[in-house]
Structure formats: C-alpha cells, structure tokens
C-alpha cells in the first residue's frame, strides 16, 4: 500500500490511497480542509491517533511527543466524545468526535483507545486501592477498572490488548513499553506460538479468558 500526499490550494489536503493486489489496483480519494464548513456553523477537523496514544493533527508531518496534543483537559473532553463514524462522510476516519458544532474526524494506526498507565484509585467504600488503566495521556481523567484476567496478547503482532467503552469498539491496544513490562509476567502453558494463558500481577496469578476479544479484533 503507498500512501501519497499531496498540498493542494493553501490547506487543501487530498490523500490518494493505493491499495494493489494481484489483479487490480484500487484508488480511494480523500480531500479535506482542516476546518472547512460544509454546512452553516459546523466546523470539520481530521486527526491521527499512533500506537503509543498520542493524538495528532492528522496533516501533521513530524508526528512526535512535541506536536502531539497534550493538555489532559482536551484529551479527556476528546475521547470522551469520540463514537465509530456511522456517517456518510470520510469513511478513511472510522472514528467521530462531536465537540458541539465541530466534527472530528478520527484514524489510528491500530485502535483509537491506548492503554498508558496502571493507576491506582482507593474505593470510598472498601478503602482498598484499585488498579485502573488509563488511555491515552489523559492520566486519571481517562481511565476504566483494570482487569488482568483480559489482557490478550496477539501471537501474530505481539501487541498486547485490554477491554474499551463498548461505544468505541469494546478493545484498546496497550502502549508498546507497557506491554514489555507486562510481557514478563505471561505464562505459557501450551507453549509460546500458542499465545500466554496465565498473567502474574501483583504477586497474584490470573487465568486468562482467552474468549472476550475473538468478536472484537
């Protein structure tokens, strides 16, 4: 697959995908003006989430930690927010923001919600501290109950996952250096091509269920 972009008319950006195979070549256009009104006082923008969660402008060119948005307020009112796009419009972005008036746009490099940090919250009843994995950069204003006993790990790209709001699509990919760590505290029991079947986490062994993710992947 080649991806080329091409500047058009100042800020017009037209993205020509070219998909081959080994009888034909497809072509799908995408044209977009960041901030372009297609109706009356609505607003259009495109972003780009990578595999550590960072979200970007999506005509962003150098995609690194100075260009990515980071204020913790933003990223948990955007992702918050943030739906499959069920529209007709820009169907490359399978993801939809709605910030009042705006439309955000949303693509990823693999899924929109990534896991980057295990926190830790006290239960106002119980007054145990509970783990809680938190997504995309938002620290503890983005997190969900964290669930060792569902973390899978693929055996075809080693990127490790864990269950999502089911409004977004149910799974989120855990961050590259997190799942490193986590990779140490697999077991094997019907060997390694096979993927792990127990997780050690806090000096408690977890059974995975290995059945959650099969009709979300």
Not at 96 to 108: A, H, I, T
Not at 170 to 180: C, P, R
Not at 195 to 203: I, K, L, S
Request: contains cysteine.
């Amino acid at each position: 697959m080649v991806i080329l972009n091409c500047m058009l008319n100042n800020f017009s950006i037209t993205k020509f995908r070219i998909i081959q195979s080994p009888r034909y070549v497809f072509r799908y256009c995408c044209t977009y003006v960041q901030g372009q009104s297609p109706e009356h006082r609505v607003r259009e923008y495109f972003y780009f989430i990578d595999h550590q969660g960072m979200l970007f402008l999506d005509d962003t060119k150098i995609k690194n930690f100075t260009s990515c948005f980071k204020d913790k307020k933003f990223l948990a009112f955007f992702f918050k927010r943030l739906r499959l796009n069920n529209t007709d419009r820009y169907k490359d972005f399978p993801y939809l923001s709605l910030c009042g008036r705006e439309r955000n746009y949303v693509k990823c490099d693999d899924l929109p919600i990534v896991f980057t940090q295990v926190l830790q919250k006290e239960n106002v009843e119980t007054g145990k501290k509970e783990d809680y994995f938190s997504y995309n950069h938002a620290h503890e204003l983005l997190m969900i109950p964290f669930e060792p006993n569902k973390i899978f790990m693929s055996v075809h790209s080693g990127r490790v996952y864990h269950p999502a709001p089911e409004v977004i699509g149910g799974i989120g990919l855990v961050k590259s250096s997190l799942a490193i760590e986590f990779s140490s505290h697999f077991y094997f029991e019907n060997g390694a091509e096979n993927g792990p079947t127990q997780f050690n986490w806090q000096g408690k062994e977890y059974k995975l269920d290995c059945e959650w993710y099969k009709l979300k992947i």
